[in-house]
């Protein structure tokens, strides 16, 4: 395999030097390493892509590109707010101003701006983590809401798209014969079919023109977002592998099912109420404080849909994935992906139980 200390020499200037190059984090797609150099200068993030996972890599740095530059134009020192820190992932090039290098053995690097003093949330704490997940969405939303989402490419088609993920459940129930079902698979069958009539909401939405595209972070959940280790406010949102056109309502009803499940995606017993009203309110004003301007009225009457959708989505995932042997979402134990689909459909459940006080919440909002 290539060595990272010579893959990283292709993203230094002339007058740096390396001091190390180590593995870093815990992600588990691509191979991830921290650059330190001599001096002033940053430090920086390099990776080797998962070509399996993402097989053409160098979209993915297009819309990198497409929103860096972007943002970049947007960014007017005299009214940048003094105070509020936020860092959006840039992406470092090669000495010949390149994206990204391709090593003699086929392998795809690609460096990173590093996002110092700062860490990536593990669990929420408290409603300050909550409001702290909605603004850097809604940060997110506001530096990219006028960009032509056209000018992306579609990295992972069928993401979000509930229309395909229902087929594949049908195709792949249709094949599944081998195993007895035991209650959870029959709850999470009958689950599905009661509601698949109405979960293509927002795609006929889209397709009937209410909701626009636009580009979107595609994975908003609450360990991407990165929080200031002085201060405790979100100062960036990171993992843009899945930025592409999509709706906004697909990020804030990801953002929410992540944000507010009390018992985490990998409960064993899920019981009681689930989805936590006080942290959805508190990721809801952090989040219209940035973008209240990018939604229209469209979008909030279709907002509880959402909420209620994005869980319903990732069960449905789940428990396809579990009938094809969990070859996407990896595992521990065997029905590990059937208990992920329970709990995000208890989820679901929690959030149609108290589908009034959430519209009231979603009302608040629309007037500000
Ligand atoms: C996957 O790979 P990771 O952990 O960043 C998935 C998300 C799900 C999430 C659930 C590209 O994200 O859509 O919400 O798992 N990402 C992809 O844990 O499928
Ligand atoms: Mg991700």
New binding site residues.
């Given amino acids: 395999m290539y060595l990272p200390t010579k893959a990283a020499e292709n993203f230094i200037g002339p007058d740096d030097v390396i001091l190390t190059v180590e593995k870093y984090g815990r992600g588990?797609?691509h191979d991830t390493y921290l650059v330190k150099l001599r001096g002033l200068a940053d430090s920086f993030i390099l990776q080797r892509m998962n070509t399996y996972?993402f097989k053409q890599p160098e979209r993915i740095m297009h819309n990198l590109r497409v929103v860096g530059e972007h943002i970049r134009n947007l960014e007017k020192p005299a009214e940048s707010n003094a105070g509020s820190r936020w860092e959006m992932l840039h992406i470092i090039p090669t000495g010949e101003q390149r994206d990204y290098f391709i090593d003699p053995e086929g392998g795809f690097w690609r460096a990173l701006s590093f996002i110092s003093g700062a860490y990536p949330l593990e669990e929420v704490a408290g409603l300050d983590n909550a409001r702290e997940i909605g603004r850097a969405l809604g940060k997110f939303h506001h530096l990219t809401c006028n960009i032509d989402p056209k000018l992306l490419h579609d990295t992972?088609p069928g993401?979000?798209n509930i229309e395909f993920y229902l087929k594949r459940y049908d195709l792949v129930l249709s094949n599944y014969a081998s195993k007895e079902p035991v209650n959870a698979d029959l709850y999470c069958r009958e689950f599905i079919a009661g509601r698949r009539q109405w979960a293509p909401v927002l795609e006929n939405g889209r397709k009937h023109g209410k909701l626009q595209m636009r580009v979107i972070h595609?994975?908003p959940?609450i360990n991407?977002i990165m929080l200031d280790e002085q201060t405790g406010r979100a100062v960036s949102i990171i993992?843009l592998?899945?930025m592409k056109p999509g709706l906004l309502l697909y990020d804030i009803g990801?953002c929410l099912r992540?944000c507010c499940n009390v018992i985490g995606?990998d409960a064993e017993n899920p019981a009681g109420d689930l989805f936590d009203l006080e942290r959805c309110s508190s990721v809801l004003s952090g989040y219209m404080t940035e973008a209240r301007k990018c939604l229209t009225g469209r979008d909030f009457a279709l907002f509880y849909d959402a909420i209620r959708l994005l869980p319903f989505e990732?069960g449905l995932?789940f428990y396809t994935d579990y009938l094809e042997d969990n070859i996407?979402?990896k595992t521990d134990y065997p029905v590990q992906n059937l208990n992920r689909a329970v709990v995000q459909f208890r989820l679901v459940e929690s959030i149609e139980q108290q589908e009034d006080r959430i519209k009231s919440l979603i009302e608040k909002y629309c007037l500000m």
Avoid: M
Wanted: charged share 35%; aromatic share 16%.
């Fill in positions: 588990v797609i996972v992972l993401f979000h595609g994975d959940k991407n993992d592998d899945t990801d992540s995606e990732l995932r996407y979402f």
